[in-house]
């Protein structure tokens, strides 16, 4: 049976129209289990156009985002280059045709054994933030290049990045001295500004921080020639966003006139390649009320926080969902997921609107899902199978 699907919640008529392809793909086939649809062609549409305003900066796709082999290879044939978190993700991109020296070991935290099996694959490009990163990498990787990653202390990004990565600037400059007394080439810098930062305005408190530190390690005679941006670069979730190729083209003014003349630049987006080319299909497995009290009537979903919505944590990114009631009468609505577990709630803090009608078995929709939810499925948490991907 084909349904049509309207979209609950506010749509700005400026974002880009969904995905036909997916829309077909959605209604003329049946899902058993949660599935993510991912459309390849809409993941090189938002390569083509990242690329039109990032100019001459590389794009290492961030595989974290989606790893799906069909992403991956499409990507390879567009000629992006990849930040790689893992052993795992680099044998990803290797056995879709990456060359070595296009994929970047982005993690600073690393085995040491993944970097010598890095090392042995032909990888000369790997990130540190710690004394002891680098000395893990020199014995490892003598010789490679690395940068150094800079602390981001204040974002405004839905889901920010802060503390847990990077250095401050004099451990940074020190950190480049470190590398070269172990044999190491420091090439430059590396920093996220955070995941999901709508506006490319929003980056510059960061950029004039970070460009400081890139100038003083100039000063201090480094011989610096890579600065890497990292991702951020956003998706739509029902917020305004700016289109991609304007955004990215404004994030590389800022880039240009802060930081001057850099000779590499790389970005690494995820979340702004893959989102929005990606729907999950799931259903809506129960709608109860705990009392004939309660205000708000509790949806729960055959997907939770542990088989793909890890990044409603806090609530920070919250979906666009879709039903074939969305022409009925909405209401507030708690959302959950299946599994035996009290932190798997979804939206509490700010209810989601959904029709009144809604019922158990009804199929449910969740757009711009293709980053970040395959990779967060858990394996079999409470004998549910993880997400399934479907690449067309
Ligand atoms: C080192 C690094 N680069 C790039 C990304 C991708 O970021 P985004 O999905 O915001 O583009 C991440 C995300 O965690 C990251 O850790």
Redesign the pocket.
Known sequence: MTMTYAVAGAQSASQHPMSARLDAYVANNEFDRPTLIVDVDRVEEQFNALKAGLGRADIHY?V??NPALEIISRLVSLGSHF?AASRGEIEICLSQGARPETISF?NTIKRPADIAWAYNAGIRLFAADADEELEKIAEHAPGSDVYIRLIVEVSQADWP?TRKFGCDKDTAIRLLDVAKSLGLNPVGFSF?VG??TRKAEMWEPSLDALAEIWHAGKAAGHDLTLLNI????PAFYGEAIQAPTDYAAAVMEMINAKFGDVATIMA?????MVAEAGVIACEVLLVSRKSDRDVHRWVYLSIGRFSGLAETEGEAIRYQFETPRDNDAMGPCIMAGPSCDSADVLYEKRPMPLPLTLKAGDRVLIRNTG?YTSTYSSVCFNGFPPLDVVCI
């Open positions: 961030a974290k985002a930040d982005g990045l996220h995941s999901q990292g991702g951020g670069f690494e987006p995820g979340r702004g980053a």
